[in-house]
């Protein structure tokens, strides 16, 4: 069966220090990769998506970067944190069938302070 | 932006009572679905409905989806506490991402 994994679950950083997310995928080959934001009470929000190995497609600009080093790891990241990163960032995986749901990991709390 | 908008933004009923939740989008879709999101937890699909489908069944949910309207309608019949929770609709339209609405949180009292 599939797992998704995401940590550290919960993260309390400062302003302008660096961010590593780091998301892994077992149980499957060749999925799509996705990271997303939600603010508190809010929906979510489509930060990066990647169909493949070193296939990065970003959503919304800002100072958060994604990398896919391998078929089953995505990692997010920034080189200094704001105060507006804040929030629950949730890592999922999905199919290639245009049918299939998406599953979605534990997810990480950041504050930023 | 998000292209799925729900209504009510919050609901509140007591267990037993059957809820009903409303999504709008914007664009033609492949597929429209539904999520659930417990507090502070990743959220888990609940079901899928095709472009071609009108309604669909899984146990106690129950979607409905106007093409024309560009609507789907989610109901959750006979309530439990349980069902406490945020629903988020998705829609699908084979671009490889899904795009959620904004989520109606569900409060269920015993």
């Known amino acids: 069966s599939q797992t998704i994994h995401q940590w550290p679950a919960t993260l309390v950083q400062p302003v302008g220090s660096p961010l590593s997310l780091e998301c892994t995928v077992e149980?499957?080959?060749?999925?799509?990769l996705y990271w997303y934001r939600q603010a508190a009470g809010r929906g979510l929000q489509l930060l990066f998506y990647s169909v493949g190995i070193g296939q990065i497609s970003s959503e919304v600009p800002q100072n958060l970067s994604a990398s896919r080093p391998q078929d089953r790891q995505f990692i997010l990241s920034s080189k200094k944190l704001l105060l507006s990163d804040s929030g629950f960032y949730l890592c999922?995986?999905?199919?290639?069938?245009?049918?299939?749901?998406?599953?979605f990991g534990p997810g990480t709390r950041l504050t930023v302070l | 932006s998000q292209q799925g908008e729900e209504d009510p933004q919050a609901l509140s009923i007591q267990e037993g009572e059957n809820a009903t939740m409303n999504c709008s989008y914007k664009t033609s879709i492949n597929n429209l679905q539904w999520y659930r999101q417990n507090s502070g937890r990743g959220l888990v699909h609940l079901i899928l409905?095709?472009?071609?489908?009108r309604e669909k069944h899984s146990g106690r949910l129950r979607v409905t989806l106007d093409t024309s309207k560009k609507s789907s309608s989610l109901l959750i019949t006979a309530s439990r506490a349980a069902d406490t929770a945020s629903y988020f609709c998705?829609?699908?339209?084979?671009?490889?991402?899904?795009?959620f609405g904004t989520g109606t949180r569900l409060q269920v009292f015993p």
């Open positions: 149980g499957t080959s060749n999925p799509n």
């Open positions: 409905i095709r472009s071609n489908e």
């Open positions: 998705a829609t699908d339209s084979a671009t490889d991402k899904l795009i």
């Open positions: 999922a995986w999905r199919g290639r069938s245009s049918y299939n749901e998406q599953f």
